[in-house]
């Protein structure tokens, strides 16, 4: 194991930061998961995204949970310096690119809301990556 003071200070800083984006994909899961699961906050939805999650596989909420979850859990892993760190940032990533990558390719989400609906999920897989 290295030397804690002997780690740069931008480590800390990218850790601390990869930490605070990850908490923000777990707190975004548990919105999405609640317009999905409640039927009050459902229907106040505009009609497109309800559209976007009638339509969508329950299955994608098991990826999305993999993908966000296993974030924190990875950059707490960086952050302690461990190695199983960086394979958990992987599992991560694979869970991100087929979750967005479905969601581009085999629904047709972008034809209801717009191509700047493709800007938020090209930009979360760049930060995984």
Not at 25 to 33: H, I, L, M, N
Not at 45 to 62: G, K, T, V
Not at 74 to 94: H, N, P, T, Y
């Given at each position: ?20 984006w ?83 390719v085999a ?15 090209i ?7």
């Amino acid at each position: 194991m290295t030397d804690s003071l002997s780690v740069p200070t931008s480590f800390w800083v990218i850790s601390i930061l990869a930490h605070l984006w990850n908490a923000m994909g777990c707190f975004q899961w548990f919105v999405e998961y609640g317009y999905y699961a409640n039927p009050a906050s459902h229907e106040a939805l505009p009609e497109a995204m309800r559209e976007r999650y009638d339509s969508q596989a329950s299955w994608i909420y098991i990826i999305f949970a993999v993908a966000v979850l296993g974030g924190p859990r990875a950059s707490i892993g960086l952050l302690l310096e461990k190695a199983w760190g960086d394979q958990v940032f992987l599992i991560s990533l694979i869970a991100v690119i087929i979750l967005h990558g479905y969601s581009m390719v085999a629904t047709n989400y972008i034809e209801k809301l717009g191509i700047s609906s493709v800007i938020m999920p090209i930009i979360v897989i760049l930060i995984a990556a």
